[in-house]
């Protein structure tokens, strides 16, 4: 049926200010998306594809009368096609006949193999840089293959639950010093908690209450200074200033000022998608949610933790890793419950 409308209304799909042919691309993205969520079986996760798709649809009719808008609909257009990416990613783990524990395996040598870049880093050699532009480091950056301290931190923090057994334990000491040298708070904070669910809630309190701690020993100023906390102040205000954005935020690809995501993607995702869209992820979140693998619970902790100060799901490393993460999750609670109702 889709693909049948498709025929007949791709044709049409116009883009004022842009060449004709590339509102014709937007329409088949459209159409690639609709039939992508027909293949989902989580409700949430098709919700928000409707969602996405409703709000792309506007900026496109938009756009018609308001050849301005050219741009934002390129942007938005680009946004979608990342969100099919992201969807066929996702199927393919949730499809995938290979085994947890070699997933598992998979996360710690990648883990493993950035800490062991990192480490060289810092006592004064980059391998990548050196490798690249032949250039060698003067010390004391610690950013493995991903570019940037923060990057890798959120990276290893992620991963850290996956340390949490048996003699994979003794890798937990130069991660967590690791991430202690790369001064980044929310890495800190979300390895913590992440590393504290897997024994228990009370755990995560404790843990996150003494990773609180962390800031007190970073340079001065380096926290209560950082530019974040204008950022963040500046989009709600943004928000405030139009009612509507709250409910159902500024739509896909809405510029907020900044050449770089806002360092916060639940504020990310209420500034694009309001609290419309704040509800369908949280919906799909407590969909996957299940006790039966402390690993992973950690690990979901850790990235929900970490998004409250980082950008991981605009980083394909780490956006990866946390597909990996929540398809896993969700494919465990798919069997729990096949194996309930049988």
């Known amino acids: 049926m889709l693909i049948s409308l498709a025929i007949l209304l791709v044709p049409f799909a116009f883009l004022r200010g842009g060449v004709i042919h590339l509102g014709h ?53 680009k946004f979608l096609t990342y969100i099919i990416i992201v969807f066929l990613i996702y199927q393919g783990v949730l499809k995938s006949k290979c085994k947890k524990k070699t997933f598992y395996l998979l996360i710690r040598i990648s883990i493993l193999v950035q800490l062991s870049l990192a480490w060289i880093q810092y006592f004064g050699f980059d391998p990548i840089t050196f490798y690249l532009d032949g250039v060698k480091s003067g010390g004391g950056t610690t950013i493995g293959s991903l570019g940037n301290t923060n990057f890798l931190a959120a990276y290893v923090a992620i991963g850290a639950p996956f ?15 690791m991430l202690l040298v790369s001064n980044t708070t929310t890495a800190v904070l979300s390895a913590a908690c992440g590393v504290g669910a897997y024994f228990g809630l009370k755990w995560v309190v404790y843990l996150f209450g003494l990773s609180s701690l962390f800031p007190i020993f970073l340079d001065e100023g380096v926290f209560i200074e950082c530019p974040r906390w204008g950022w963040w102040s500046t989009a709600l205000q943004d928000m405030v200033s139009v009612p509507s954005s ?50 992973l619970l950690g690990a979901l902790i850790a990235v929900l933790v970490n998004c409250l100060g980082n950008y991981p799901l605009h980083l394909a490393p780490s956006l990866l890793l946390i597909l990996v993460i929540f398809a896993l999750m969700e494919k465990d609670k798919w069997q729990i419950t096949y194996h309930t109702q049988s």
Do not use: C
């Not at 293949?39 to 919700?47: A, E, M, P, S, T």
């Not at 003794?170 to 991660?175: A, D, E, G, S, Y």
């Open 246 to 295: 709250l409910f159902v935020g500024f739509g896909p690809a809405a510029d907020t000022g900044l050449k770089f995501p806002l360092h916060n993607e639940w504020l990310e995702m209420l500034y694009h998608f309001g609290i419309v869209g704040l509800v369908l992820v949280a919906g799909y979140i407590r969909s996957i949610v299940n006790t039966g693998d402390r690993m």
């Open 25 to 77: 691309q937007w329409g088949f993205v459209i159409v690639a998306l609709l039939v992508l969520s027909t293949q989902v079986r989580n409700i949430w996760i098709k919700l928000f594809i409707w969602y996405t798709t409703i709000w792309t649809l506007f900026i496109l009719i938009t756009n018609l009368y308001d050849p301005v808008s050219f741009i934002r609909s390129y942007e938005a257009y």
């Open 163 to 177: 340390f949490l057994s048996g003699r994979w334990r003794w890798f937990l000491i130069p991660i967590s010093l």
